[in-house]
């Protein structure tokens, strides 16, 4: 038995678009709220928790009408993913064409010029003394003055927002439709990996669909990190965006053929003896035990994405605003994380070959909530700190990752696969859509390196949750553990 990693690798493909758009888009969207709009971080929260709501609904939805489809001539799953990439293109676009025109506003307001910011009583006047005027990163008066003259500058754009609010309507609208769109073909490409894989090796196909996710992440750091300005029009990051989906989608369409991959599947089950007996004898209830398990596994799932995404959604403003970092630091953090995972890869094949699905999910909920506490200490001069700790939590990423969603799957059949894996983005965007705002409201109340804490606890109730689950542990031979870690 061995996993075709060749077959895992061109559908993951993929799972490249939409990890590079996610990873722009959380990188994105809170600096455009922040800067062009004014929002505080509990309002940045609500907006980028409540595009997810509508995902709650619409991946189960999405999910089960892409295993319904007659798929005739594309596949299930493909048609879907076509007109997702091409929608999510146009509206993205449309998106930042909205911002960019608020933002130029403020910049004709002055909101890059001190005089202007003093002068409209934003600034405090003592900004105008000329030892401003030649301020650097070394002089002791930089930190102040960088977070005066950032809290003038989100002053002015609460001003305009208040006064012209028809902007921020319009964003929000286009980037709800937008996250329709994407919910649309997150559930049919997670639906793949499945699909066109053999139950006892999916956590090894599960590792390469991550590595490809991973692939999406560092191209989207690449993007951000050159040609996101610490304060201009993100414009030509959006097109570059754009364009690299739509080339991921034509080498998708080159590459897969999904009716012969499942094809192919279906054929090493027979080989194998490996088709579900539940499939087998057409039976459509899972026991109680199995609906407990999954349950409980659906829930740790939960409280997992409520620690890591309420990290993840505020990151970007954090690093920027408050260890006063350039848009490339959160790259450079981002790259650590990706890193972690990187390294995680092959270990983790082993490890939930050797011990088990369960326990390895275990370890990495442990290692990522360890991982977040140091940060709570962290500043501007130890900011190297966040990295590092981003290299542990990246490594506890992929370890949970690869591991939860074939645990879902384990319950499923090869006809409503697609709904289970709308099972799983259920619970991990209901926790998106409400941990960035739990998070901000901490954030407000309490200072930013608050949310490293609320990201540990709700880890921590993962790690709890996971220790009842009893179903969803596929625990494969020694060969096939040899199979999964080589093919990684």
Known sequence: MKLDKARVFKVGIAFVIIMLFWEVYDFAVPILLDRTYGLSAT?????????????????????????????????RRTPFIVIGT??????????IAIENTEFNKLVEMGVKNIDQLVSKGYLDSKYLD??????????????????????????????????????????????????????AFRAPVVALMPDVTIKPLRSGANAIMNFMGGIGGFISIGLYSLFAPDYGSFVLLFLLLVMFMYMLLAGYMLLVNEKKFVNLRYEEERKWNVIDEEEAEGQEKLSKGKIISLLLILASIFFWFMGYNAVRSHLSVYVTDKLLMESSGVGLINFANGLGGALALIPVGFMSGKIGRKKSTLIGFALASIAFFPCLFVNSKTAYIVGICFVLAGIGLIIVNVNTLPMVCEMSKGSNVGKYTGYYYVASMSAQAVAPFFAGLFMDKLGDNVMFVFASINILIAFIVMLFVKHGDNKPTKEEIKSNIMDI
């Open 43 to 75: 309002w940045r929260g609500v907006i980028m928790g409540l595009d997810n709501i509508l995902a709650i609904v619409l991946l189960p939805l999405f999910g089960s009408l892409s295993d319904k489809s007659k798929g005739k001539v594309f596949g």
């Open 86 to 95: 091409l929608l999510a293109g146009i509206l993205v676009m449309l998106l």
């Open 130 to 183: 000329p030892i401003y005027q030649t301020i650097n990163a070394e002089s002791p008066l930089f930190e102040q003055f960088s977070i005066d003259f950032h809290a003038a500058q989100v002053k002015m754009a609460i001003a305009n927002t208040i006064a012209n609010p028809t902007s921020l309507v319009l964003f929000i609208i286009v980037l709800f439709v937008l996250l329709v769109t994407m919910s």
